[in-house]
């Protein structure tokens, strides 16, 4: 197949090309590099099926086909980019959600736009279900990438009922692992970070809140699952196993080797309290369910942040 992906120097967009580009495929990648790296591509410099393409998706672009699949992958996903970029986190979920489905309409091909469990907001239902509509604050801080997603969900069911356009929807629960930005303000980079530092590790709120947190290996299976074999209607990609986030600073700790004391600072607005995803749609529709443990992918996202430190500050 020949395989247009948005976001390919982000995170999970960079993993799911060498899940592609392993299976034999062609894959053209796009992104502005607002938040997404050279660092994670730089391994694909010199793959002859794999080009890229510099450009914002959210502006009128053309790119000759044709594409047996289009992957809608950009976004600016953790809260320190969003809270930064707003409108731009907007556009991608609008503009750019319209661009790609124009595309795949255009070749008649099978179309993927990652979604995320934001759509759920802070839930009052547990764990989310995708028959579950949400309890999202629409003008809130944290509304510009909810909303964002939640409006391409829309306009992505509508291509897939005015057209008959082949669409999947995926809902994506935390995920982590090597590529992530140190930076980026998320809780498994933040913590982890600071633990190789020898830093205070920061928990915002009592750490009674809870996240379920998924390795990007199993997350990236899931979603060649759901491109391949799932329907039009949205579905949960997560692990099920949930853990405070107060629990999961100690993991992180421990492994890490670190004896750094614990902060607390207040929580975010409209951060949410629980999240766990239900996986039953994904286990039935695919046969699909995360198989990495937790510590597993902890010590491998570990050692690919404490590689890239400097020398000199690497805990002991």
């Given amino acids: 197949m020949r395989i247009l992906i948005s976001g390919v120097a982000g995170f999970i967009g960079s993993h799911l090309a060498d899940g592609y580009l392993a299976r034999g495929h062609r894959v053209v990648g796009l992104d502005n590099f607002i938040t997404g790296s050279q660092a994670n591509l730089a391994h694909l410099v010199s793959v002859a099926e794999f080009e890229l393409r510099p450009l914002d998706v959210a502006a009128p672009f053309s790119i000759e086909g044709p594409f047996d699949l289009v992957i ?8 320190r980019d969003y809270l930064a970029h707003p409108i731009e986190s907007l556009d991608v979920g609008a503009a750019g959600t319209r661009n790609l489905l124009e595309i795949a309409r255009r ?69 982590y692992g090597p590529r992530m930005q140190a930076a980026d303000g998320r809780v498994v980079p933040e913590l982890i970070g600071q633990a190789l530092a020898g830093r205070a590790l920061t928990i915002y709120g009592d750490g009674a809140q809870t996240r379920s947190f998924c390795y990007v290996s199993d997350l990236v299976d899931g979603l060649m699952r759901l491109a391949e074999s799932g329907d039009a209607l949205p579905v949960n990609l997560g692990n099920p196993a949930e853990i405070t ?4 600073a100690a993991v992180i700790r421990r492994l890490a080797g670190s004896s750094s004391a614990i902060e607390y600072h207040p929580l975010p607005q409209d951060d949410p309290r629980r ?37 000199s500050t690497l805990s002991a």
């Fill in 72 to 79: 809608h992958a950009a976004a600016l996903a953790s809260p």
């Fill in 245 to 248: 986030i107060g629990d999961f």
């Fill in 107 to 175: 070749d008649h091909a099978r179309f993927l736009v990652t979604s995320t469990s934001e759509t759920y907001g802070d839930p009052a239902e547990h764990p989310q279900k995708e028959t579950y509509w949400g309890n999202v604050n629409p003008i809130g801080p944290r509304s510009c990438y909810d909303e964002s997603k939640r409006y391409s969900e829309a306009l992505t069911m509508a291509y897939h009922r005015v057209y008959s356009l082949p669409t999947r929807i995926a809902r994506i629960f935390n995920t």
């Fill in 275 to 311: 999240r766990r995803p239900d996986i039953a749609r994904a286990q039935n529709l695919l046969g699909w369910e995360p198989r990495v443990p937790l510590e597993q992918g902890l010590r491998e996202t570990i050692e690919y942040f404490r590689a890239r430190r400097p020398q």
